[in-house]
């Protein structure tokens, strides 16, 4: 099945600078790539998610890139808020399959 | 229009007890899941219903059984609590409209906190 592998674990930033986080995946087949955010004591939610056919999507503040060669996509968050602090999931999974294969996640911290 | 609802928030067991937990959802979704938190462990799928009528095993299956009583419920059971099983439990559910990727989108309940002693 799909190994989806996420770094770093944790990631401390000064308010307004960028953060990135990166997974790689393991099947090349995976086609859907989706990132959820989860707030301390809530549920996870997905803010963005890219598909195989695009390269690049962005949304205001919040960027995801994808690479098939090398089988990885990465989160970029630029100018970063106190309340971007969370933990990130990345996840992946393909056409037909029956779920998500998630990454372990990314605990970021944001410093006013 | 309430998404996914799980029952109880919070949940503390003795070491051999049994309980389960609810899950719902309004979404006319067709899959469903469970998994369980840990710190540092990420999410770990338990057990999943890709439709009405079906459930397979995820990556932590033992100890747990779970019910698809029908499109808009799936219950998870634990026979014999362990401390090993202290955690906290998301329900989710997803569209997974076949050949539509984006449907995989998935939509968390609020969580159960589950402790056993």
């Known amino acids: 099945g799909e190994n989806v592998e996420q770094h770093p674990s944790t990631l401390s930033v000064q308010e307004g600078d960028s953060a990135v986080i990166k997974c790689t995946y393991s099947d090349s087949a995976s086609n859907y790539f989706p990132w959820y955010k989860q707030e301390l004591g809530k549920r996870p939610q997905l803010i963005i998610d890219?598909?195989?056919?695009?390269g690049e999507k962005k949304d205001q503040r919040i960027a995801v890139t994808l690479n098939k060669t090398a089988k990885h996509f990465s989160l970029h968050i630029t100018e970063t808020q106190p309340e971007d602090s969370a933990v990130y999931f990345c996840a992946a999974t393909k056409t037909g399959a029956n779920n998500l294969f998630f990454g372990t996640g990314t605990r970021l911290t944001v410093i006013p | 229009n309430a998404g996914v609802t799980q029952t109880p928030k919070f949940q503390v067991l003795k070491t051999g007890q049994s309980m389960t937990l609810q899950c719902a959802q309004d979404?006319?979704?067709?899959?469903m899941y469970w998994y369980r938190q840990d710190p540092g462990m990420g999410l770990r799928l338990i057990y999943y219903?890709?439709?009405?009528?079906?459930?397979d095993k995820g990556e932590v299956p033992n100890g747990y059984n779970v019910s698809r009583l029908n499109k808009r419920e799936f219950s998870l059971r634990l026979e014999s609590a362990a401390p090993s099983q202290t955690s906290v439990y998301f329900c989710?559910?997803?569209?997974?409209?076949?050949?539509?990727?984006?449907?995989?989108?998935?939509?968390f309940g609020p969580g159960t906190r589950l402790t056993v002693t």
């Open positions: 890219i598909r195989s056919n695009v």
């Open positions: 219903s890709a439709s009405e009528g079906t459930t």
């Open positions: 989710a559910s997803s569209e997974r409209g076949w050949g539509t990727v984006s449907s995989y989108e998935q939509y």
């Open positions: 979404m006319n979704h067709n899959s």
